[in-house]
């Protein structure tokens, strides 16, 4: 379905946004091979976007709780084969060809045995290939979650239970989000209880989209356009300050001292995610276009690649990241096309022969589950 919430439509926005979010994470690690990690206290609000880019994995999250539970917001049946079974033919194959590639590369494969369970993940296993595999650890521990909790919220007394829960993951995501957290709840920020509320922003947003998308729709095209545009430019304009704001003071520290900062981010790129698929902003086609939809079809492979051509760049380059290393505006310029392309041509190739495959064969399996095609989830 689309924003008109015709059945078995696509979800275009989605897509885009997808392309946004692996752009913004592609800019993240680039410009930090330039630069490094720190805190730039000359941070301007005109780059935070992109040297702060790790918000586009805030929007991948948001993105999966949106995009998974909405076809059982609409009442679809939680069959488990069925969503275990896409999930699987989603996301393992491509995954564990750079398992494969990695343990191959570094010889370790003892590691490879951890990383294809997704265990002991950090940002070193296998480096550079497991660079961003522990944000596929904890999209893999909410796809287990989801269905138990679709389970609970469809029956009287489960809902209560829910709500206990929920209580006490509020509980643990305050005693980690604190940066005077203990070393044991630091710990779990990389796991989901560090990370579940983004999933359930994107629930809300899923539920809103749902239950109040006709009302929006409803609207005339003059009142749907000037909302959607003062909304979803108040949204971004916000996550461009929070984004200044934490490159200036904490730059990758910011994962220690203001950790809070995701949930921030991520509540405003839900907001901006409803406004931009219930109503019409003016700058909807900057957004939703040909180029990012296509970039979102690949973000999948580009997010698990794009790291090991960045790395692979910097070590055979010699490059010493440095805010002098900034100035050099064509070399850098080089730089971008160089990485960007090798990039692009790689997940491009894997895309076409290891994904497209796996996604032909999970469409023919369900096609439509609660009206909404699998090809967006």
Known sequence: MNATGQPGERLDECESLRGIAIVLVFFYHFLGSLRGYMPNPQASYASALFFGGSIGVDLFFVLSGFLLSLPYIRGSPMVLRQFFGNRALRILPMYYL?????????????????AALFQNISLDTLLPFGLVWWSLAIEVQFYLALPLAIW???????????ATVLLGLCFCYW??????????????R????????????????????HHY????????VRQRRWLGTSVALAAIAMIDVLATHSL????MLQFGYWYANYLYVSILWAVFMVALTDLLPLFRKVVVNPVLHRIGLWSYSIYLVHAVCIVFAVVRLDIRPS??????HFSNLMLFIYMAGATLLVSATTYQLIERPFLRLKHSRFLLIGKVREDVM
Do not use: C, N
Not at 152 to 162: D, E, F, I, V
Not at 176 to 185: D, K, Q
Not at 198 to 206: D, M, S, V
């Open 98 to 114: 750079m398992v494969l590639a990695g343990a191959a590369w570094k010889g370790d494969w003892r590691a490879a045995m951890h």
């Open 152 to 162: 609970l919220a469809r029956r009287k007394q489960g809902r209560y239970l829910l």
């Open 175 to 188: 005693k980690l989000a604190t940066p005077a957290a203990s070393e044991f709840w630091a710990a779990l």
């Open 190 to 209: 990389s796991t989901l209880l560090g990370r579940w509320p983004q999933f359930a922003i994107g629930i809300a947003a899923a539920w809103t989209h």
């Open 213 to 220: 998308g006709p009302v929006l729709r409803s609207l005339s």
């Open 248 to 251: 200036r003071q904490f730059g």
């Open 323 to 328: 805010d002098e290393l900034l100035t050099h």
